[in-house]
């Protein structure tokens, strides 16, 4: 599972891990993959993060720390620097004692080559 998620530089849902697996190992059950997953997200191995409509990808937590962006449009997942929502993790922190954790979500939005598209005169 592990050379999956390395083989691949995006960031793949659970479905798209099992359906690779399974073409490397056919005998391996889709559970055992669910759980390996969880269980690597767990201690940090591999890094998920949460779409709109209940959709969660995956991806190996190497390199820096990162939010992610969806793009509403197009499906897109846009990395963005980690410390891009520190002064509103200290904000609500301080005002209502909330500790933020935004690594698991992804921001949702607009990519900047759907709103270039959007922009262009019809």
Known sequence: MLSVL???AGHLSADQVVSAVAGIDPGVHRASVYRALEALSQLGVVQHVHLGHGTT???LAVGRPHLHGHCQRC???VDLPADLL???AA???AESGFALDPAHVAL???CGDCGAQSAEPR
């Open 86 to 88: 520190d002064d509103v």
């Open 6 to 8: 390395a083989g691949d």
């Open 75 to 77: 499906g897109t997942l």
């Open 91 to 93: 904000r609500l922190g």
């Open 57 to 59: 990808t995956y991806a």
């Open 108 to 110: 949702s939005g607009v």
